[in-house]
């Protein structure tokens, strides 16, 4: 793949997730990981989504503020940097492909825990339950790119709204983004050394255009179909990533 398309695809992958992020409160991770994972590996993939993830939040955290729960963010965000330690210490000790495999598969049952979790996952309260959400999240963000099933599932059980979900969920994915990226940096278990240059500003003005346009379809859009179309390229994303570390290993 040529330098120029290699960005134009990279931009058009952050475009997509970032917009369903800013429609139903995730799909950065969801959406653009797998296809990342794809494009430049799942590596530095994964990594460059936990940058991106972590700038598109914080954008995002502003203009849905009034929603956010501060206190859960505190919680949560607390204990996230353990399970992003385990993270990196997997990703430095197995393969490239077997890595794709676990992206791919993780990502998949975070979809199916989402989708139907709902209906086993019994009610929950206080602080212990919460703890162990950031952590778990802060270790399936590092692996694979997504927090956001993972504290979807704790949110059903303690019965959030939507509104205080996909407002919450912001800054918690700030906080994972720049835990993960941090975490992997300084132990060594992943680099952007290798990423062109050219495509950090194509992705941030993709973002800014996700979100603007995010903004508009958010008061239009049904939210329970933008939530479908989400799951459809999320599950296709984590599937292309699966086979290709199968056939790989």
């Given at each position: 793949?040529?330098?120029?398309?290699l960005?134009?695809?990279?931009?058009?992958?952050?475009?997509?997730?970032?917009?369903?992020q800013?429609?139903?409160?995730?799909?950065?991770?969801?959406?653009?990981?797998?296809?990342?994972?794809?494009?430049?590996?799942?590596?530095?993939?994964?990594?460059?989504v936990?940058?991106?993830?972590?700038?598109?939040?914080?954008?995002?955290?502003?203009?849905?503020?009034?929603?956010?729960?501060?206190?859960?963010?505190?919680?949560?965000?607390?204990?996230?940097?353990?399970?992003?330690?385990?993270?990196?210490?997997?990703?430095?000790?197995?393969?490239?492909?077997?890595?794709?495999?676990?992206v791919?598969?993780?990502?998949?049952?975070?979809?199916?825990?989402?989708?139907?979790?709902?209906?086993?996952?019994?009610?929950?309260?206080?602080?212990?339950?919460?703890?162990?959400?950031?952590?778990?999240?802060?270790?399936?963000?590092?692996?694979?790119?997504?927090?956001?099933?993972?504290?979807?599932?704790?949110?059903?059980?303690?019965?959030?709204?939507?509104?205080?979900?996909?407002?919450?969920?912001?800054?918690?994915?700030?906080?994972?983004?720049?835990?993960?990226?941090?975490?992997?940096?300084?132990?060594?278990?992943?680099?952007?050394?290798?990423?062109?240059?050219?495509?950090?500003?194509?992705?941030?003005?993709?973002?800014?255009?996700?979100?603007?346009?995010?903004?508009?379809?958010?008061?239009?859009i049904?939210?329970e179909?933008?939530?479908?179309?989400?799951?459809?390229?999320?599950?296709?994303?984590?599937?292309?990533?699966?086979?290709?570390?199968?056939?790989?290993?």
């Amino acid at each position: 793949m040529s330098g120029a398309l290699l960005i134009i695809t990279v931009a058009c992958a952050i475009f997509i997730g970032s917009t369903m992020q800013r429609i139903g409160g995730m799909g950065m991770g969801l959406i653009s990981a797998p296809l990342l994972s794809v494009i430049i590996g799942p590596v530095q993939g994964i990594l460059l989504v936990n940058v991106l993830a972590c700038i598109n939040a914080v954008m995002n955290s502003w203009s849905m503020r009034r929603g956010i729960d501060w206190a859960m963010v505190r919680r949560m965000g607390s204990v996230m940097v353990i399970g992003s330690l385990c993270g990196s210490l997997l990703i430095r000790g197995i393969s490239i492909p077997a890595l794709q495999v676990v992206v791919g598969a993780a990502i998949a049952v975070a979809l199916l825990i989402v989708i139907f979790g709902k209906r086993y996952v019994p009610p929950v309260n206080g602080t212990a339950p919460a703890l162990v959400t950031g952590a778990i999240a802060g270790f399936t963000n590092t692996l694979a790119g997504v927090a956001g099933p993972v504290i979807t599932v704790y949110a059903q059980a303690a019965k959030w709204d939507h509104m205080r979900l996909a407002s919450t969920l912001q800054p918690l994915f700030a906080i994972s983004g720049g835990l993960s990226f941090l975490v992997k940096e300084l132990t060594g278990a992943a680099s952007l050394g290798a990423v062109p240059w050219a495509i950090w500003p194509a992705c941030i003005v993709a973002m800014i255009l996700a979100i603007a346009l995010g903004s508009r379809l958010a008061t239009r859009i049904n939210r329970e179909t933008a939530r479908r179309l989400a799951f459809i390229l999320a599950f296709a994303g984590a599937f292309s990533v699966l086979v290709r570390g199968l056939l790989a290993l």
